[in-house]
């Protein structure tokens, strides 16, 4: 039967599991030099409706280390761009491709896509979902703290579609997440529903930083103002000021509490260049840990 990673919706934690543990052992082989090419001959079609640095770069290197091939498919240059049905671009790249990525605006049409694919499609991020930025995520806290169980996740700033995956995640693993959102920029209503409402369960919503952030074994933010919302920038700027991460927010947090973001990073806005390049930052070594983490997916699904 094929599968798709379009969310978290289905997953189990041993599912999970399953992807951190293959993640190790590819990491590991990669520290050694050792070759290990599982994909040979396989290929990866990625469509980008949506610029990237870090979505782009992880896939495109991490088919090329397992051996496949990825091809980068910009919308505006294929007949997707020029009115092609979702449906007809789906059945024909199944018989040329190997697995879809896309990264684009609507959630329902990565579900179309997968849908109507015979073979398997992974959501590199919608403005609903970013399942494999956070399944980065937690393996990078795996790393720092040796486990994410009971671990305490603060996430400062706009319940956006990381905050998504985020709530999405806590719903279904051993780990506790506060959120401090603006009010009216909460996550969405859809996925909150997974979690009986926004005071119960792993997941708990605030709007004082200070509160979501007390007693924290993560600090966690993303920009204040995401793709497609750019003409929103200074309203923003103003609702959001008091977001963000700094050397206050951390001393609330405990003493050996780590520092992430998604990137790209706005300095100064929702994260301090202090605390971004200080001690407590692991800011790099998550966003190497995509690499890593989607070349398990990919040996996974494909």
């Given at each position: ?132 930025q956070i399944l ?12 994410y169980e009971g ?152």
């Amino acid at each position: 039967m094929k599968k798709d990673l379009l969310g978290f919706t289905g997953m189990t934690q041993t599912d999970f599991e399953d992807i951190w543990r293959r993640t190790s052992r590819l990491k590991q082989l990669l520290k050694e030099g050792r070759e290990h090419a599982s994909l040979k001959g396989k290929t990866l079609g990625m469509i980008f409706d949506k610029s990237s640095t870090r979505t782009r770069i992880s896939f495109e290197v991490g088919m090329y280390q397992l051996g496949g091939i990825a091809l980068f498919l910009n919308s505006k240059d294929t007949q997707i761009g020029r009115g092609e049905t979702i449906a007809d671009s789906a059945r024909m790249m199944s018989r040329y491709l190997n697995g879809i990525m896309i990264r684009t605006f609507a959630q329902e049409s990565v579900e179309e896509l997968a849908g109507y694919a015979t073979i398997p499609v992974i959501n590199g991020l919608t403005d609903l979902l970013h399942p494999c930025q956070i399944l980065a995520d937690l393996y990078t806290i795996i790393e720092k703290k040796k486990t994410y169980e009971g671990v305490k996740v603060a996430y400062i700033g706009d319940g956006n579609n990381v905050a998504n995956s985020w709530v999405e995640a806590a719903c279904l693993l051993p780990f506790e997440l506060t959120l401090a959102c603006p009010e009216n920029y909460d996550p969405d209503p859809r996925v909150m529903k997974m979690c009986d409402g926004p005071t119960e369960g792993n997941v708990k919503i605030y709007r004082d930083p200070f509160e979501a952030a007390r007693d924290a074994d993560v600090l966690y933010t993303d920009v204040w103002t995401s793709m497609g919302q750019e003409e929103e920038s200074r309203e923003r700027k103003m609702i959001f000021k008091n977001y963000q991460i700094n050397e206050a927010l951390l001393q609330v947090a405990k003493k050996d509490a780590i520092v992430m973001h998604c990137l790209p990073a706005h300095r100064g806005e929702e994260i301090t260049a202090q605390v971004i390049d200080g001690p407590q930052s692991v800011v790099i070594d998550e966003a190497e840990n995509r690499l890593h983490v989607q070349k398990a997916i990919l040996e996974i699904l494909l």
